[in-house]
């Protein structure tokens, strides 16, 4: 699958993504993700899921990314590209979406099984770090 229009190396995010896959720890589910992502300044980060036999307690993959993104220096998402465990485009969760809207950078793409998607197509309406700001500003004026 290749997206349209934006210049992305979506090649190089998907084969990211399938090797992040084969990483993945899912003794419960079977069913392997991984996930990669293009960062502002050039770099790729990767994660899988890493499950915990108390259920909820599962780390998804963009969790895994998003952790490798802040260690390895942070920054913003230009891209996002996710797998299943047969390597075909998985379209992240709703937890996950709201996961990756704190770090997207401005017109982040999503590779989705029918090609590129933006941050509000993926979440519109979305609550996020601006709404934070916007509530702090209105309490320290209401002082
Ligand atoms: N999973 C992810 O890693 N990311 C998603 O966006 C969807 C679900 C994982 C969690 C769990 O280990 C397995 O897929 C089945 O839900």
Redesign the pocket.
Known sequence: MTGTGSGIDWQRLESTARAAMTR?Y?P??G???G?AALVEDGRVVAG????NASLGL??????SLVSNLQMTGGGRLLAFY?VDGNGQV????G??RQLLFEFHAPGMRLMGPEGELTMEQVLPQAFGPADMTEMTDRTERGR
Do not use: K, Q
């Open positions: 993945a899912v419960y589910s069913f392997p993700v996930a899988c899921n890493i499950e599962t780390l998804c993959a963009e969790c996710c998985l379209m992240p969760c937890r996950c």
